[in-house]
């Protein structure tokens, strides 16, 4: 009994600390779905209307037959699922090293890895400019490709690593001793039984990527190569009162679809994460 009832308090402490920190983050999205919905008279009448007392989604019919801002889409899904897709090939056979082979300094060089994740991309945009000038990958996607990579690779050794840990030794040891060699069943048993882990990290590269601007902003300045992060904000700047629902919808498309594909997949992302950390 009271094993249930301190349960059944932490429960409640938990929810009243949750409840006030989800609503801190979800006001401001729940004030941009209201201007998103409104007409352009509306607009003008700020905070002393919060619901909308004619919604209208013509906002977003505008927005989504914009060609200029498909191609911002379009850009914004091409850099994103290539970086990720790229840190993860990258970063598989390093955590597989991780995750398999022991030697001298692999934990230190394991939170390395870890520390590099925690550098911020401001410290090192300047030097990074002029190396990928030097390298003429300016002005072009895949420059801004091989950063995304680049910066991807920390966090997507880590969850690799986590899932193949989770991958039972001893199946390996059993196609070792059916003639496979240590490439074949690295490819054969390890990377299709750590498919959930795998498809994580590729899903939050993507989510990462998606909500990429310094690098994206200052690597390209042709407009038609811009990903929509870069897009709305130059949009931004020229914004006025009557197309403010016109830059919330635009935000809004920008901003659902990963916080939908995080919403859906967060079970299997939890999984990733905890893959392997119970060692038997």
Not at 32 to 55: D, M, N
Not at 211 to 231: D, G, H, K, R, Y
Not at 237 to 250: D, K, N, Y
Request: net charge neutral; glycine share 8%.
């Amino acid at each position: 009994m009271a094993t249930m009832r301190g349960s059944w308090i932490g429960n409640l402490a938990t929810y009243v600390v949750a409840i006030p920190i989800a609503g801190f983050f979800l006001i401001p999205i729940v004030w941009l779905i209201s201007l998103a919905v409104r007409t352009q008279q509306e607009i003008f009448l700020g905070a002393a209307r919060f619901i909308p007392e004619k919604p209208t989604l013509d906002n977003f019919t505008q927005i989504l037959t914009d060609s200029g801002f498909l191609i911002y889409l379009g850009n914004s899904l091409k850099l994103s699922a290539l970086g990720a897709l790229g840190a993860v090939v990258v970063s598989a056979p390093a955590a597989y090293a991780f995750s398999r082979f022991a030697f001298k300094g692999r934990s230190t060089v394991m939170m390395a890895i870890l520390a590099v994740q925690m550098i911020s991309g401001l410290v090192i945009l300047i030097p990074l400019y002029r190396y990928m000038g030097r390298l003429g990958l300016l002005e072009s996607h895949f420059g801004v490709t091989a950063i995304y990579i680049a910066v991807g690779i920390p966090l997507s050794v880590w969850l690799l690593k986590n899932a193949f840990d989770g991958v039972p030794i001893v199946l390996e040891e059993a196609a070792s001793i059916d003639g496979y060699g240590p490439f074949e069943t690295f490819l054969r048993i390890t990377l299709p039984l750590s498919a959930p882990g795998i498809a994580s990290a590729f899903i939050l590269n993507m989510i990462l990527n998606w909500s990429q601007f310094l690098i994206p902003f200052i690597m390209l300045t042709e407009e038609s190569q811009w990903p929509i992060s870069v897009a709305i904000y130059n949009y931004a700047g020229s914004t006025t009162a009557s197309t403010t629902q016109l830059l919330a919808a635009a935000c809004l498309i920008a901003t659902v679809p990963a916080i939908l594909a995080f919403l859906i997949l967060q079970r299997s992302i939890v999984s990733a994460l905890t893959a392997g950390a119970v060692d038997g």
